[in-house]
């Protein structure tokens, strides 16, 4: 089993920052990859972006690029996601997820969920 905790949501403002973080435990992580989903009120959950757990391989969604960075300190077990120029169409629940499969952005390929952490941008 591994457990993925959250950290780092909050209320911003249009064109803020935030950096939210994923720390991992319970399994080893180094034939996993790591990725950053998130769900707006109404809609499915997105993949936002993955990183390789060795090599630092990353993808994103067409909607974050340029905009939002994922990282990883493997000697924390920790993915970050730093958020920059945020949007009011960025404001959703985020979780972190991990998965066998690099750069997946479907859902199925995760085997591993965080509880989601709040982030909301004002207008």
């Known amino acids: 089993q591994m457990q993925l905790v959250e950290s780092g949501g909050g209320l911003v403002q249009t064109g803020g920052s935030l950096r939210l973080s994923c720390a991992a435990s319970?399994?080893?992580?180094?034939?996993?990859?790591m990725g950053w989903f998130r769900q707006a009120p109404g809609k499915e959950r997105e993949f936002v972006a993955a990183?390789?757990?060795?090599?630092?391989?990353?993808c994103y969604a067409d909607s974050v690029k340029g905009r939002f960075t994922i990282s990883r300190d493997n000697a924390k077990n920790t993915v970050y996601l730093q958020m920059n120029s945020l949007k009011p169409e960025d404001t959703a629940v985020y979780y972190c997820?991990?998965?066998?499969?690099?750069?997946?952005?479907?859902?199925?390929?995760?085997?591993?969920w965080g509880q989601g952490t709040q982030v909301t941008v004002s207008s």
């Open positions: 990183i390789r757990w060795r090599g630092g391989s990353t």
């Open positions: 319970g399994r080893t992580f180094s034939t996993y990859a």
């Open positions: 997820a991990a998965s066998p499969h690099f750069c997946s952005d479907s859902e199925r390929k995760y085997d591993y």
